[in-house]
């Protein structure tokens, strides 16, 4: 039991308790409330354009992100060539050489020529070389050739010719070899089908040079010719007597025949084939081969 009070009144509160205590808690948004006061309106989502802005901005910079790597990439990864654009280059590498390549890498001062077994009759045939005697200058197309020819030539577009005369292994034979270049591989077809077609001994003019043996080696000591298309370039070859002996008949002696063909076609082709040959493959700037 606890004494009572001096005021003989009832127990005393407890300590520590007040009278606040017993009244009800309320929170801080409710307290200062009135008894008819309306509840607080409900909390507000965001707004949806804020949404939109946020997701457009997110595609936008993920877009830009995807430009710049595929543009890396681009410049990164090797270049490549179409087909088209590899037959332009090889054409293109193969048309300047005319101009670019030295006289005595069109021109060598020795070329082989293969002398059939027929003509000796033998088992096999014979390895022989022709020697350059001389180097003329470029000339126009008409001026290099016969008028039949020059005309074929001039009417395709050709733009110059360039000559030189060789000397047979014996120094018998004289030969006059002419690289009609024309402006692209199909003007050389046509020209070179019109020539085939013409007289055999109207190809190209011949060369002579003095003191050599081909001092007298004019037009009118042709015998044969030969006519090959490499390219843009026809390649005509015109062989006779080295002495400058008018034409004479062809089955007068079957061994000059045969070696005068021998020779003519030999260097037609050899010529032919080197100047007329297709270049490596196009490489890219930086990349490999395309």
């Known amino acids: 039991m606890r004494p009572g009070s001096p005021s003989g009144g009832g127990d005393p509160a407890p300590q520590g308790d007040t009278v606040a205590e017993d009244r009800p808690q309320l929170s801080p948004s409710v307290a200062g409330l009135g008894p008819g006061a309306p509840p607080p309106p409900p909390a507000q989502p965001p707004a949806p354009w804020r949404y939109r802005l946020v997701v457009g901005c997110l595609v936008a910079a993920l877009a830009g992100m995807c430009f710049s790597v595929a543009e890396i990439a681009w410049h990164l990864l090797p270049r490549t060539f179409s087909p088209a654009q590899q037959q332009q280059i090889t054409g293109w590498e193969i048309g300047k050489r005319w101009r670019t390549w030295p006289a005595g890498q069109i021109f060598?001062?020795?070329?082989?020529?293969?002398?059939?077994?027929?003509?000796?009759?033998?088992?096999?045939?014979?390895?022989?070389?022709?020697?350059?005697?001389?180097?003329?200058?470029?000339?126009?197309?008409?001026?290099?050739?016969?008028?039949?020819?020059?005309?074929?030539?001039?009417?395709?577009?050709?733009?110059?010719?360039?000559?030189?005369?060789?000397?047979?292994?014996?120094?018998?034979?004289?030969?006059?070899?002419?690289?009609?270049?024309?402006?692209?591989?199909?003007?050389?077809?046509?020209?070179?089908?019109?020539?085939?077609?013409?007289?055999?001994?109207?190809?190209?003019?011949?060369?002579?040079?003095?003191?050599?043996?081909?001092?007298?080696?004019?037009?009118?000591?042709?015998?044969?010719?030969?006519?090959?298309?490499?390219?843009?370039?026809?390649?005509?070859?015109?062989?006779?007597?080295?002495?400058?002996?008018?034409?004479?008949?062809?089955?007068?002696d079957p061994y000059d025949k045969a070696e005068m063909l021998s020779v003519v076609q030999g260097i037609s082709a050899w010529i032919g084939s080197r100047i007329g040959a297709a270049p490596p493959a196009p490489h890219c700037p930086g990349g490999p081969a395309c």
């Open 108 to 252: 060598p001062a020795a070329i082989p020529y293969q002398l059939p077994a027929t003509a000796l009759a033998s088992a096999s045939g014979v390895r022989l070389d022709a020697h350059r005697i001389g180097i003329a200058p470029q000339a126009s197309c008409r001026s290099a050739a016969g008028p039949a020819a020059g005309q074929v030539l001039a009417q395709h577009g050709c733009l110059a010719v360039l000559r030189a005369t060789y000397a047979d292994s014996t120094g018998a034979f004289a030969i006059t070899v002419g690289i009609a270049v024309l402006p692209g591989p199909g003007q050389a077809s046509r020209s070179f089908q019109a020539l085939a077609a013409g007289p055999p001994s109207g190809g190209v003019s011949t060369v002579p040079f003095s003191h050599t043996l081909a001092a007298g080696f004019g037009n009118p000591a042709r015998q044969l010719s030969a006519t090959v298309r490499r390219g843009p370039y026809v390649i005509m070859s015109t062989v006779g007597y080295a002495d400058g002996r008018h034409h004479v008949r062809e089955s007068a």
